[in-house]
């Protein structure tokens, strides 16, 4: 197995350059569509990106910030008893507020959708949405927003391959991972696409890579640090495959995956056959996310605090330019 991970490292620059609460509505709660009030070309810098879908002047009028995507939009944290809630702390929270004091009458908008797939996203099937699925009402909502739309985030594509992983066998998961590449790259492609006719061409549209919290399960012995490091290249070739797509439309990206010093295994890549010193990303995803908590709070792969802290800083990285 050990080898088998050395070898879609490898292949993990090659592959990209190729081609939870199932039953929730949006934001567990939150109905879609549901506002919160918070104070092109999408090129440029700063604020001057986020403007530039704006076609009144900035502080006349409404304008909104449309959050989609995944449970991670919706800042999901686990509480003590282990249950996943949204919280008022995820990144779109945090980027709403700084923004606020920059653009007047913000309000941010959030579609996310626990549990969402890039499939899920385009047909439905998760959350209930108006138009029914994700996809259908952002767009809705862009076309109807024109001219008061000043940015978009979206974070897709982590959920994926869970069904690869989730008690799987270590031998099975390389294989499933790979067969899942082609239809994560034409999912996201046909829902950026979307996103941008919908948008029109001057609106600002962030993407985000992923983290990995598998890395968590570097602690649990050789399995966890087979299945850490095998999915750690994956993600590496996933997230420069996302990367090619959003920068196709015209869309920034937030690096995240590097933010949380995803490939930092110290000097050198250990042997994942045998013990080892913990490696940074180890460290840094323990710190950042639930997966290192105890139960019932943990494992759990979503954001802390702090966590979700770092990726909004990574978002404001995208936006400033």
């Not at 899920?120 to 909502?141: D, E, K, N, V």
Request: aromatic share 6%.
């Amino acid at each position: 197995m050990a080898r088998a991970a050395v070898a879609l490292l490898v292949a993990a620059p090659v592959l990209a350059g190729c081609a939870k609460t199932a039953s929730d509505p949006p934001g567990s709660g939150q109905h879609a569509g549901q506002q919160r009030s918070g104070a092109t070309r999408p090129g440029g810098s700063g604020l001057l990106a986020v403007r530039r879908g704006l076609s009144h002047p900035a502080g006349n009028g409404p304008a909104y910030y449309l959050s989609l995507g995944d449970s991670l939009s919706l800042g999901i944290q686990p509480t003590a008893t282990g249950q996943n809630v949204p919280t008022a702390h995820g990144y779109a929270d945090r980027l709403a507020a700084r923004l606020s004091g920059r653009i007047g009458h913000l309000r941010l908008v959030k579609l996310g959708c626990s549990g969402e797939t890039t499939s899920t996203m385009i047909h439905g099937g998760i959350c209930r949405y108006p138009a029914g699925s994700q996809l259908a009402q952002a767009a809705g909502f862009l076309r109807s927003h024109r001219g008061s739309t000043a940015l978009v985030t979206i974070d897709i594509g982590a959920n994926d391959p869970n069904s690869c992983v989730i008690g799987a066998r270590p031998a099975t998961i390389i294989p499933c991972l790979v067969s899942r590449i082609p239809r994560i790259e034409r999912n996201l492609t046909a829902i950026l696409a979307t996103l941008r006719s919908a948008a029109g061409r001057r609106v600002l549209i962030v993407g985000m890579t992923y983290y990995v919290p598998e890395l968590g399960l570097w602690r649990t012995g050789r399995t966890g640090r087979e299945i850490g490091m095998v999915i750690d290249g994956f993600a590496a070739g996933v997230n420069r495959l996302m990367t090619k797509r959003y920068h196709r439309v015209g869309a920034r990206v937030a690096d995240v995956f590097a933010a949380f010093r995803s490939t930092d295994f110290g000097a050198g890549r250990p042997n994942a056959g045998r013990a080892s010193p913990v490696p940074p990303n180890v460290t840094v995803i323990c710190s950042l996310t639930w997966m290192c908590a105890a139960p019932p709070r943990g494992p759990n792969e979503h954001a802390n605090d702090a966590g979700y802290r770092i990726i909004a800083r990574s978002f404001w990285r995208a936006i400033a330019g």
